[in-house]
């Protein structure tokens, strides 16, 4: 905790405790999530099939059928069954049974000989996160229906699959590889810069500027254009996180063979809720990049306006030469906030639909019950965390830098207003994260012991944990700090101790990126 005042002893260098505790966080934070099996995030498992796992059948079965405990995305399942000598048997389009969008069935075009056979499969439930598989059964010597001794001269029983990298091993990637979490991550990141921006232009400035004192109104346009800058290069880091997304998923779906195959990433994001949330976040990104580089250029030129000199009144000296006029100085007209470009409306509007986007790849949409009502909870969980942690990054690189470039006298009131504005937004995003993770524990939990009996409630926890520390720093900074606002000094306070705040905001993005490639106890 940082102190307001603490003598400093001539000959020692400073210590930065903030700055230590992150670090140290950082560490158990890792060394935690390292300690989580990852056995424990399988998503899709399947329940039953027919043939049976283990079985031995007197009779050559005609069809695959696999029951699994959520609804498979058939555009991206495959199935594959290998005889007795490894080739693969041919099978037919897979296909959902009518009755039930849980159960795949592909009928068996290939010739059954007496043997043990491995079926190999793979699913992707609505979160789009990939689990495969596999089980053997065994047809008994002389069963019914096997394929007869093949004539002299007549083609063999066809035994080929659709190829032989129709069924991707992966190499081990998926959705809860080190890596995939990593790009999760960076998504995270880009979503709450973007969204910081946007609530920091919709709520904190305009607050700021109802206070009408002569700082207030003075920081407003430095601090928009400051935060239209970082609001482009969060939405360009989007776009990057997007492609790498994309990247992930096909390799984790298709293998590393055919991770940039047209077909198949077609499919992927046309055929699946997955790729609908992926087109939705290329969407608003592209909304957000748009948006952000005309509000940028709207800020220039408007600054370019103001800051071009007035032509002086030209006179007729005695002799007929042109002379300069001097004018009385005008009367001191009332401050006034300038209006904001209009591209901010296409940057908030895209920060809107990034928002929505990541419930269509995550828990939400794999809830078992009140799918719509979780959709709409997980949209508003990252408002909330966008305005919350997004918009003090943005008081802290667009609105406190802009005031210290003020006139000396209106920095630390400057910074004040900036402060005084952004609190009650703040409590505001931060009760509506608060409500619909509550929710979303609920929904997902499903028993109170599950926070501990299970490796997603034991994920949770450790978010919760780390989240607590965001909540006391923004706690000690609105009783402690913001209190004693008005001074440089006071203002350099605040942004040590409102750093710290982000940089454990900023780990908080990290354990979610792992908790939603983790199973919730209820998905079973």
Known sequence: ???????????????????????????????????????????????????????????APRELRLTFNEDVELAVARLQLLAPDSASVDLGPLALAADSARVLVAPIRGGLVAGAYTVAWQVAGADGHPVRGTYTFVIAPGARGLAGPVAPGAAPPPASHHDAVAMPTGGGFDAESPLYVAVRWLTYLALTGVIGAAAFRYAVLPLTARRRTPAALAVVQPAARRAARLGLAAAALAGVAALLRLGAQSYALHGAARVADPALVGAMLTRTLWGWGWLLQAGGTLLALAGFAAARRGHAAARARVRQPAPSPVGVGPEGAAVQVEEPAPLAAPARVEPFPAGWALAGAGALVLAVAPALSGHAAAAPRMGGLAMLADAVHVLGAGGWIGGLLLVLAAGIPAAMRLDEGQRGPAVAALVGAFSPTALLFAGALTGTGLFAAWLHLGSIPALWESTYGRTLLLKLAVLSVVFGTGAYNWLRVKPALGDERAAGRLRRSATVEVAVGVLVLLVTAVLVATAPPMSG
């Open 1 to 59: 905790m940082l102190r307001a005042a603490s003598p400093r002893r001539p000959g020692r260098p400073r210590a930065h405790p903030s700055a230590a505790g992150v670090l140290v966080l950082a560490l158990l934070v890792c060394a935690a999530l390292a300690l989580v099996p990852a056995s424990a995030y399988a998503h899709g498992a399947l329940q039953r099939s027919a043939p049976a796992s283990g079985a031995h059948l007197s009779e």
